[in-house]
Every structure is written in structure tokens, then in C-alpha cells.
């Protein structure tokens, strides 16, 4: 299998992400066994792997939604390691969690705005930012009153993004974006994670379309039981033979 190296137009930037030998549980079950990436500033780095690999738990042990057991997390030069979710966020890491949660009851706007209420002291740049979002997700703008527990799925996916989007992260953390959607709204989802990362969004994709993923990202990790067994650039990822047979089904 390849092994990991940095795409040339990622190479010359900062480091934004590290994770060193990460472990987690739940309870007795060991679920992430020392786990080690990199992020660069400007990345788009998608993680795939079968169900139950570990995917979902490695994301929540990022945005601190989760504790480890061992090892280190440092994001922008600060140890994030078993900080608090609301730490997280504060420190420019956003998790748009598998399944969506929008908050059902809520209008789309008010949605919206709670994804800014960690940062709500700042709050002059609220309304450009979510005039952004809106310009991002027409849809929204049309629904923007409406009961977010009311927007179909692909809209709802569209919400929960542009929520973390309010949060101004750093890091965009996704999880399983296309989970539940028909295939031409999973085509609309990666082309506005595409657009992200275009604009300068740095993106860590958790998706169990592994094709899909890889097709976007600049490099991949791919993990098999809660251990990373290889990395390399996207592109060779998908040509890459067993990779292929294991994870793409050709």
C-alpha cells in the first residue's frame, strides 16, 4: 500500500492539526488505538474505512465530545487533548456530527445562530456571516422561517453545515455528510464541500463513500479497526489496488 505524503500545493503550509498516538473506549472496548495524522492549513483529508472502524469516535474525541485514554491532540499550536466541546469550538474546530441534529423545533434561522453563541461576543460579524451561509445554501434562505425539523434531508445536512459554518472554525470536522441522502443530493453535498475547501476551509470528511471522499480530498487515511493502516495522497488511494478491492468495490 502507499505510503503518506503531502500533496505539493499543501506541502509549504502550517501544520493546524496533530493527533499523536490517540487511544479511546468505551467502557472495557478499546475503539482507537494509537492513532497519528496531520492536518495542514487548506487541506481537505478524508478518513474512510468500514463501519465500526472508529471513524465517528475519532471525531468526537477531536471536538471533545469524547475523552481519550492516551495520547495528544494539539490544533493551532495549542493541546487541545480531552478539552471540552465548548473549548473546542472556542479554539476554531467545528463537528457537524453524523445524523444531522438540528434542533427540530427551531426555525432554520435560529439554527443558524446558535451555531454562532460560543463566539456571540463577537457579535458584529453575525449577520454577514450568516448572509454567507445564505448565499451558500439558497434553500435555507428560502425556508428560513420554516421548522428545521421540516426540511427534507439533504436540507437538513445543508443546515447542520452551515451551523458550524456561524462557529468561524479553523477545522470543519463532517461526519458521514452524504448518510441517508439520495444520490443526486450526495452529489450537491460534495460540491458544496468542494466549494469550502476551495474557499479556504481546511476540512477533515469522516464518509462512508469512500470513492465520493477520496475524489474530493487532497489525502487520505484509511482505518481499519480503530488503527490507521495507510495514508497517501487521494488520487493514489483510488488507484491503489487493495484499497480499491477493501473500500471502493471494483
Not at 472502524?53 to 477531536?62: I, N, W
Not at 472554525?169 to 463532517?174: E, G, Q
Not at 464541500?193 to 470513492?211: D, H, M, P, S
Request: charge should be negative; proline fraction near 4%.
Amino acid at each position: 500500500m502507499p505510503s503518506e505524503s503531502l500533496t505539493s500545493s499543501h506541502a509549504n503550509s502550517e501544520t493546524l492539526l496533530t493527533v499523536a498516538n490517540l487511544s479511546s473506549r468505551y467502557g472495557p472496548v478499546e475503539v482507537l488505538y494509537d492513532v497519528s495524522l496531520e492536518i495542514k492549513t487548506g487541506e481537505l483529508v478524508a478518513i474512510v474505512g468500514a463501519n465500526g472502524a472508529g471513524k465517528t469516535t475519532l471525531l468526537r474525541t477531536l471536538s471533545g465530545l469524547h475523552r481519550s485514554q492516551a495520547g495528544a491532540i494539539t490544533f493551532a499550536d495549542r493541546d487541545i487533548t480531552n478539552s471540552s466541546a465548548h473549548s473546542t469550538v472556542h479554539a476554531g474546530m467545528c463537528h457537524v456530527p453524523e445524523g444531522r441534529q438540528v434542533f427540530a423545533p427551531l426555525s432554520v434561522d435560529d439554527n443558524l445562530r446558535l451555531g454562532a453563541y460560543a463566539l456571540r461576543k463577537e457579535s458584529q460579524w453575525v449577520e454577514a456571516e450568516m448572509e454567507n451561509v445564505y448565499s451558500l445554501f439558497p434553500i435555507l434562505k428560502e425556508k428560513y422561517q420554516q421548522e428545521a425539523g421540516t426540511l427534507s434531508g439533504g436540507q437538513q445536512q445543508m443546515l447542520a453545515i452551515g451551523r458550524a459554518l456561524l462557529g468561524r472554525p479553523k477545522l470543519l470536522l463532517l461526519d458521514e455528510p452524504s448518510m441517508g441522502l439520495a444520490p443526486l443530493l450526495v452529489e450537491d453535498i460534495f460540491r458544496i464541500i468542494r466549494e469550502l475547501n476551495a474557499k479556504g476551509v481546511t476540512i477533515l470528511l469522516v464518509e462512508q463513500n469512500a470513492r465520493m471522499a477520496l475524489a474530493v480530498a487532497d489525502r487520505g487515511y484509511v482505518l481499519e479497526t480503530g488503527r490507521i493502516i495507510t495514508s497517501a495522497p487521494a488520487k493514489e488511494l483510488l488507484n491503489d489496488e487493495a484499497v480499491r478491492k477493501a473500500y471502493l468495490g471494483y
